[in-house]
Structure formats: C-alpha cells, structure tokens
C-alpha cells in the first residue's frame, strides 16, 4: 500500500469522517455562500449590499424612471441619482418615499437612508433628508 508524506495510506483519507477538516472529498460550497462569508470577514457586506442598488436600479425602479434617472453612486447610507430634468428630479423628489421602499425592500443591512437628486448638469436638489 502507498503512504502519503504524512504516513497514512490512501485507504485510511478514504475512510475519514465527513466533519474531519483533512476530509479531501467535503461537498462543494456555493460562492455565493463563499463571498458573503469573505464580505462578512472583511467588514464590508453592509457596504456591497447597499451599492447593489446601483447594479439593480432598472429593475428595482422601472424601466420608465431608469430612462430618466440613473444613480451615480452610494457614498454612506445616500444614494445620487443623476436625473435628465428640472421637472423629473421635482416629480422624484416626490416619490422618495415609494422610491426608498423599493430600495430597501427585503433588505435587513445595507439599507439607503437617503436619496439626493442632481440634475444631470450637476444642480443638486434642495431636499436632501430622506423625508422627501
């Protein structure tokens, strides 16, 4: 029979319990599972949970707001979004509110506590507290 450098035989790795970290065959893990366990060490799951609204955005708003309005980015717990118009970044500085639900739904980290409108020209809009 042949020995492995730590002196045991490929028979006995075989035989090893499935808990036993030297255990060669353990099931594979997701990398879904593997990167937020990595984010979570790192300290930084908050963080990409919360920029993953910029990643969503048409989806999480509609593809009628997307085509108006696309965030810039998340810097804290707020949220720029560049807006075309006057008018838009006024008609979505009134739906705040249903806005950030969207936003934050089903999330328990991460969550944005605030929304600024920039008119894509670089204008900021007037209300900047999440209370619309």
Not at 24 to 49: C, D, H, N, Q, Y
Not at 52 to 67: C, K, N, P, T, Y
Not at 98 to 120: D, H, S
């Amino acid at each position: 029979m042949v020995e492995s450098r730590s002196g045991e035989s490929k028979r006995a790795r075989w035989r090893r319990a499935p808990g036993d970290p030297k255990n060669r065959k353990a099931p594979p893990e997701r990398v879904s599972g593997l990167i937020g366990t990595m984010f979570a060490r790192l300290g930084i799951a908050e963080k990409v949970e919360r920029a993953s609204v910029v990643a969503e955005w048409e989806d999480l708003v509609g593809a009628h707001i997307a085509r108006v309005a696309r965030p810039v980015r998340v810097q804290g717990e707020t949220l720029f979004v560049a807006v075309e118009s006057a008018s838009w970044r006024m008609e979505l500085s009134m739906m705040r509110p249903q806005l950030m639900r969207k936003l934050n739904a089903g999330k328990r980290q991460g969550r944005i506590e605030r929304i600024v409108f920039v008119q894509a020209d670089g204008r900021v809009s007037e209300e900047r507290d999440g209370q619309g």
